[in-house]
């Protein structure tokens, strides 16, 4: 990147790597010269960015601030860039999104398909993480929107409603249940259950009506993790209090079966897009946003598939 000096470029990958070596192989140019690049600006900021280790390099903290400040600075960089672009239409750019495990599968991905078809000079930095972990990274402009499950109600970011994502048995296709168009647990107490935790979010949304059947339920495995749990109920270990979006391309493929719970039981999931409203999305970003709207307004929805509400 022109507008970044050569230190600037050698001390990211110093400090990335962990060591002036690997970071001669990466940049192509030898060690000694990259250190002397380093060496010259700690004189002239008269301060240690390194601790030089029998093991490698390790920021101090005047280096930590200092890539900090580094990093700000090239994703500003990259963000003018997109601006430039979008003055002559939107030919480039860089969308940085994050999403929950129930979105990997399925519906973003087809969508970022068909986005890099339509647009192949942009590029997407999508990442999978934790539902507590995305609205923290679009507070701090790290990211800019994110895909999040019933988040905790916030001021510091606008939470748009684009689904409201039913609770409900998934099973194997076929199953004696499949026909119901909605079910109480205590309908399903005949057969084994593979039961939630409460570290996922259905789980603790369910957690009071295992409580008032406990006796009755007929447990087959605790699972803290939402694939597992797919994969136990395609293998025929059992049934699992699920949400329609963990399950919805094994229904439209014919694998599984969903029954909706009665809301009275187990209200739905509100599936939310989060952006930060004092932050200036870039043109790319704002396109990539409208292209995930619509396609979740369009999910196609089959007799298995209960209705989901587009909220405004």
């Not at 060591?19 to 900021?45: F, G, P, T």
């Not at 750019?93 to 994050?98: C, P, S």
């Not at 493929?253 to 952006?275: D, H, I, M």
Request: glycine share 8%; hydrophobic share 45%.
């Amino acid at each position: 990147m022109l507008t970044f000096s050569r230190f600037t470029r050698y001390f990211m990958e110093v400090a990335r790597l962990g060591s002036l070596r690997r970071a001669a192989e990466v940049l192509h140019v030898s060690a000694s010269a990259i250190d002397r690049q380093i060496l010259l600006a700690e004189q002239k900021y008269e301060t240690a960015l390194f601790e030089r280790l029998p093991s490698g390099m390790r920021l101090t903290a005047a280096g930590e601030l200092l890539l900090a400040d580094l990093r700000r600075w090239h994703r500003e960089y990259g963000r003018t860039l997109e601006r430039f672009d979008e003055l002559s239409g939107l030919r480039r750019g860089q969308v940085h999104l994050a999403c929950i495990n129930a979105l990997a599968t399925g519906v973003l991905p087809a969508t970022l398909t068909r986005m890099g078809q339509e647009h192949p000079g942009i590029a997407v930095d999508v990442q999978v993480l934790g539902n507590a972990q995305i609205p923290l990274l679009v507070g701090a402009g790290e990211i800019d929107f994110g895909l999040v499950m019933d988040p905790p109600p916030t001021t510091q970011l606008q939470m748009q409603v684009m689904r409201s994502i039913p609770i409900g048995i998934a099973m194997p296709a076929g199953h004696a249940l499949a026909g119901h168009e909605q079910l109480l647990l205590g309908q399903t107490l005949d057969w084994r259950h593979i039961v939630p935790t409460e570290s996922l979010l259905v789980g603790d949304r369910v957690k009071a009506l295992y409580a008032r059947h406990v006796d009755a339920i007929r447990y087959a495995i605790r699972c803290n993790n939402v694939e597992m749990m797919r994969a136990l109920v395609l293998s025929g270990a059992g049934i699992a209090v699920m949400s329609w979006l963990d399950v919805f391309r094994d229904v439209q493929e014919g694998r599984l079966a969903f029954v909706p719970l009665s809301q009275r039981q187990a209200k739905p999931l509100s599936l939310c897009l989060c952006v930060a409203p004092q932050r200036q999305l870039s043109r790319a970003a704002q396109w990539a946003m409208e292209k995930i709207r619509e396609d979740l307004k369009a999910l196609s929805l089959s007799k298995e598939q209960p209705d989901l509400h587009v909220g405004d």
